[in-house]
């Protein structure tokens, strides 16, 4: 959507005019994502709550970025300033990250290991929110998400 794509531009550049005006849109998704996050950890089995959820995102990335925030940073910290989208489905992933043909750029598909107990950070299953329904299985992780990068 139109919002959607001027949200992770202003995020993404840190358009400050932008953020500014999004502001009371940026907070509510937050809070809704925070406490859709609440609902369904307080619905978990034992079990569940201590098991391990792989979810993918697969994206282009400039090579020159690659380089700096990802293979130079193997075992350190990456932290994302958008809202992240990601699936259960890792051949959905790999479409997103495209072929890498691409002059220039890397084809990037992200495996997130989260461990259920583990609540730093909100996300949350927002299939049933999405426009998309069950078929993408989507989890989104709320800005500032922090991930250790194991493996290149």
């Known amino acids: 959507t139109f919002l959607y794509r001027l949200l992770n531009k202003a995020l993404r550049e840190q358009d400050i005019d932008i953020l500014y005006s ?6 509510d998704l937050h809070e809704q994502l925070t406490d ?9 089995t034992p079990e ?10 697969g994206q282009l990335i400039n090579t020159q970025e690659f380089d700096q925030k990802l293979r130079n940073n193997l075992n ?6 958008n809202f992240l989208s990601t699936t259960v489905s890792k051949p959905l992933a790999t ?4 072929n890498g043909t691409e002059i220039h750029m890397q084809s990037i598909l992200f ?3 989260i461990e259920s107990a583990i ?3 909100p996300y949350a299953n927002i299939s049933s929110e999405s426009a998309f329904g069950d078929t993408e299985g989507e989890l989104l992780f709320t800005m500032g998400a922090v991930f250790r990068i194991l493996s290149i």
């Open 111 to 113: 495996q997130i290991d």
């Open 48 to 57: 569940e709550s201590k098991s391990i959820i792989t979810v993918y995102r």
């Open 76 to 81: 350190g910290f990456l932290s994302v300033t």
């Open 119 to 121: 609540n730093k950070f």
């Open 95 to 98: 479409i997103f990250a495209g």
């Open 22 to 27: 999004l502001r009371y849109f940026i907070k």
């Open 36 to 44: 859709l996050h609440s609902r369904q950890v307080s619905t978990q």
